[in-house]
């Protein structure tokens, strides 16, 4: 990389680690949280928060969650934040009151992996990327454990996944008479992205990849891009058929149909994007150009300012194509 491009790009990742910073942490009423159970096969459900008590994800507070719910235990995926430990625990139980014995992480995010050393001390095994280990071993910058707050721990030795894998062949888990994939993906929204399928129940948990909930956000911290997110989305695509149930960790459950518009906006976009830089545009005339217009009526969210003064998603989209735009010219 060119200096004056590694220098925007650093400036663009600073950008970048605040988003992240407030896209977890302030704004959380976790007294206001509920969580909305769902159904989706005999043994499946999942638990959704409820709205407008979290100023990061206003559709449904923190990460949803997964729950397998065998004949006398349980195998859960995703933990939310911290202090909503003991009300996700008492929801889990009204589904099955059995012990919790495995917890997968998605990714390393604290609205994912907040509840980890809540549910470790619960007697969870937790399974994830190395990639997600790492994360959760190396604290995050002051700014963004200051914003983060009680959302996460970065101190309790509990937090840290016990089984890991790196990319490669799913580590399956056999587990009354399901089983469940953990899908090692490329980065797309982490380094340590993992989707989760229940085979037989056919239902898969798709992770942040996909979000239809505001536009597309790549942890670029963490070496995601949107070239990771589109290799995610095509390994989803080939895997899934028109009868599984897809749920994304954050907004509503798309069809196959939705993922594969969401994929072609991401191309859309991000040609446009490219054209531009070819052309010499600078970042803030990618900005100003608004190539997400003619999606704006469709991405809930999209155009809302997102929490402290930090633009919307729909500016962060673009600016994160720009910048993996010039890094890779
Ligand atoms: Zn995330």
Not at 14 to 35: D, E, H, W
Not at 47 to 74: F, M
Not at 233 to 259: C, E, F, R, W, Y
Request: no cysteine; aromatic share 8%.
């Amino acid at each position: 990389m060119k200096t004056i491009f590694r220098n925007a790009f650093f400036a663009f990742a600073a950008v970048m680690i605040t988003a992240l910073a407030v896209a977890q942490g302030p704004g959380i009423n976790y007294a206001k949280v509920q969580f909305i159970p769902q159904q989706l096969a005999p043994n499946v459900y999942i638990l959704t928060g409820s709205p407008g008590a979290d100023a990061g994800h206003p559709e449904a507070a923190g990460g949803r969650i997964g729950i397998l719910a065998g004949p006398e235990r349980v195998l859960m995926v995703d933990a939310t934040y911290a202090p909503l430990s003991d009300r996700l625990a008492a929801a889990i139980k009204q589904i099955n009151p059995g012990p919790i014995r495995f917890l997968i992480d998605t990714h390393y995010h604290p609205d994912h992996t907040g509840g980890n050393p809540n549910f470790a001390k619960m007697g969870a095994l937790i399974f994830a990327r190395e990639e997600v280990r790492q994360a959760l071993v190396t604290p995050p910058p002051p700014a963004v454990l200051a914003a983060v707050g009680d959302a996460a721990s970065w101190k309790d030795p509990e937090r840290l996944p016990i089984v890991t894998y790196s990319a490669g062949a799913p580590v399956k888990i056999h587990f009354d008479g399901e089983t469940v994939d953990l899908i090692p993906l490329p980065s797309g929204h982490t380094n340590g992205d993992t989707m989760i399928r229940f085979e037989t129940a056919n239902v898969i948990m798709i992770g942040d990849f996909y979000r239809n909930y505001g536009y597309p956000f790549v942890d670029a911290t963490r070496g995601a891009s949107f070239k990771g997110t589109l290799e995610a989305i095509d390994q989803l695509l080939g895997i899934a058929d028109a009868n599984t149930k897809l749920v994304p960790g954050h907004g509503s459950m798309p069809t196959l149909a939705d993922v594969k518009a969401y994929r072609d906006m991401i191309l859309d976009i991000r040609a446009k994007v490219q054209a531009m830089v070819a052309n010499g545009s600078s970042l803030q005339q990618v900005i100003v150009a608004k190539l997400t217009a003619p999606y704006d009526a469709k991405v809930p969210g999209g155009t809302d300012p997102l929490p402290a003064g930090l633009g919307n998603s729909a500016d962060r989209f673009v600016s994160a194509l720009y910048a993996e735009a010039k890094a890779t010219r």
